[in-house]
T-cell receptor, first 111, second 114 residues
Framework: GQQLNQSPQSMFIQEGEDVSMNCTSS?????WLWYKQDPGEGPVLLIA?????ELTSNGRLTAQFGITRKDSFLNISASIPSDVGIYFC???????????FGGGTRLMVKP | ETGVTQTPRHLVMGMTNKKSLKCEQHLGHNAMYWYKQSAKKPLELMFVYSLEERVENNSVPSRFSPECPNSSHLFLHLHTLQPEDSALYLC?????????????FGPGTRLTVL
């Protein structure tokens, strides 16, 4: 089946720093979604990408749909303590209609 | 508040108990999902219902039994679970079950099986 590799698995950064994480797929994806999960809560959708090369922002968050359609990036600028959580990528490829999720990136921000 | 609610938020049960998890969506969606989230593992899709019909069952053991009485409600009936079934169970909904349609998640039920 489809596999999504998300990296890094965890990051511990200083408040104010920029953050970058990415997901790569073993096959072509048609849709990329990025979610954030706070402790004790379900994932919340941050950004959705539907076209190769697409670059979309949501406040301090920017995500890109890779040109090869096998990867996606999420950047967070000027991190703040409330950015703490687990960020998941999810994608849909040609093999089926269901989403495949990455393993998550745990972000910790030091004030 | 994503428009998807789940009850209970926490559940502790013995291996011989029977319990049910409930999910309700207030978004007018027509597809609902159950996921299992275990520590250090990616989200695992368990079941998908589209227009109240089950369209996906990812080789889930029969001790998990879903029920979708209408497009707003989804249940997961549990019986004779094992300790390794302890996890966060997430419900999600979307408009349409395919095409990478954006899924909105509930807060989850934290299940502990003793």
């Amino acid at each position: 089946g489809q596999q999504l590799n998300q990296s890094p698995q965890s990051m511990f950064i200083q408040e104010g720093e920029d953050v970058s994480m990415n997901c790569t797929s073993s096959s072509i994806f048609n849709t990329w979604l990025w979610y954030k999960q706070d402790p004790g809560e379900g994932p919340v959708l941050l950004i959705a990408l539907y076209k190769a090369g697409e670059l979309t922002s949501n406040g301090r968050l920017t995500a890109q749909f890779g040109i090869t359609r096998k990867d996606s990036f999420l950047n967070i600028s000027a991190s703040i303590p409330s950015d703490v959580g687990i960020y998941f990528c999810a994608g849909r490829g040609n093999a089926g209609n269901m989403l495949t999720f990455g393993g998550g990136t745990r972000l910790m921000v030091k004030p | 508040e994503t428009g998807v609610t789940q009850t209970p938020r926490h559940l502790v049960m013995g291996m011989t108990n029977k319990k049910s998890l409930k999910c309700e969506q207030h978004l007018g969606h027509n597809a609902m999902y159950w996921y299992k989230q275990s520590a250090k593992k990616p989200l695992e899709l368990m079941f998908v219902y589209s227009l109240e019909e089950r369209v996906e069952n990812n080789s889930v053991p029969s001790r998990f039994s879903p029920e979708c009485p209408n497009s707003s409600h989804l249940f997961l009936h549990l019986h004779t679970l094992q300790p390794e079934d302890s996890a966060l169970y997430l419900c999600a909904s979307s408009q349409g079950s395919g095409g990478g349609n954006e899924q909105f998640f509930g807060p989850g039920t934290r299940l502990t099986v003793l």
